[in-house]
């Protein structure tokens, strides 16, 4: 399944396309596109320099019209309900970022675990109203922060299963 996934994305695009397409996308984001460099078996500084700009591309649209679009989503009947769930999961989070504003969110981003990233730490900023500038400073060092323990993990792993081949 993996394999047929990668021959996709290098066919139609190339290997650096994907990783960059990939670091793009919500709750895969730098973590899976750092990961899928790995298993592209591009140079780690690559794939973790497309990674952060990928993940970061989007991430002053959520800051600025975050909290417009979960209130737009909560609109279309398909999605309501969706939403609404995400939107009281992440708040339920939000309690330890208003704490220690700046370095909660640097956390919450850089702590690679399932519900993180930038764009969950960009919704919570955008409805908890944290002012853009301090947001995005926050969530840039949680993407290098992420960026970091990823590419180590990942290349760690690579290894370590190339010993046993």
């Not at 994305?9 to 650096?16: D, N, Q, R, V």
């Not at 908890?128 to 949680?142: N, Y």
Request: charged content about 10%; proline content about 5%.
């Amino acid at each position: 399944m993996i394999a047929t996934i990668f021959d996709f994305l290098t066919a139609h695009i190339s290997a650096y396309g994907a990783v960059f397409i990939i670091s793009m996308i919500p709750l895969i984001e730098l973590r899976g596109s750092v990961i899928a460099g790995t298993a592209f078996g591009l140079p780690w500084l690559n794939v973790l320099g497309l990674s952060i700009v990928g993940n970061l591309i989007p991430i002053p649209f959520i800051l600025i019209f975050g909290k417009k679009l979960i209130a737009w989503l909560k609109t279309l009947p398909m999605l309501s309900r969706l939403t609404t769930w995400y939107e009281k999961r992440l708040l339920s989070k939000s309690a330890t970022i208003q704490r220690v504003a700046f370095f909660g969110l640097w956390l919450f981003v850089g702590i690679p675990l399932p519900g993180t990233g930038a764009w969950s730490g960009s919704v919570i900023a955008s409805l908890l109203e944290v002012p853009p500038k301090k947001s995005f400073a926050a969530v840039i060092c949680g993407v290098l922060t992420a960026g970091i323990i990823m590419t180590v993990g990942s290349r760690g792993v690579a290894g370590l299963i190339h010993l046993f081949q």
